[in-house]
């Protein structure tokens, strides 16, 4: 059981943390690279929640699971594009706090566009709020049968 539903105890901030969460998904970024980057800086963070909800949908979108297991160490599988490789670096770094190297800012310039980068920004750190929200409140994945 959660220690407390934000939706009922702060409705109004949870629903505009809700509605940007919206707008990223609806920007230009592919879908699977967004479950993708989702997934993997809950597992960086511990939120168990997050990653059955996003490994779910990632499924739900086609992505195998190799390239779902393999997530944990994507920088020596050789299931992800160059494009995918980028983002994830880009979501280990900012989840794990550190700094954003020119080296890999050029790198995301270069795989991306303006629009697609401004996303991606937004779609790492809407993931971490979640997750930090998600985790001390203890929010669990439903059990499934199976």
């Known amino acids: 059981m959660p220690r407390m539903l934000l939706k009922d105890t702060a409705p109004e ?3 505009a943390l809700a ?4 707008a990223v998904h609806r920007g230009p970024l592919q879908a699977a690279l967004q479950e993708l980057v989702k997934v993997r800086a809950s597992q960086l963070n511990g939120c168990e929640f997050c990653i059955d909800k996003h490994t779910q949908r990632a499924r739900a979108l086609g992505v195998t699971e190799d390239r779902i297991s393999q997530l944990r160490d994507w920088t020596t599988s050789l299931l992800y594009s160059e494009t995918e490789r980028a983002a994830l670096a880009y979501a280990d770094v900012v989840t ?7 080296e890999l800012w050029e790198t995301l310039t270069s795989r991306f566009t303006d629009g697609e980068l401004g996303h991606l920004v937004m779609l790492v750190a809407l993931i ?7 985790v001390p409140l203890r ?8």
């Open 96 to 102: 794990r706090l550190d700094d954003v190297s020119d």
């Open 19 to 22: 509605k940007a969460d919206l």
């Open 13 to 15: 901030p949870y629903t």
């Open 128 to 134: 971490n709020a979640y997750n930090r929200l998600s």
């Open 139 to 146: 929010i669990r994945p439903l059990a499934r049968a199976g």
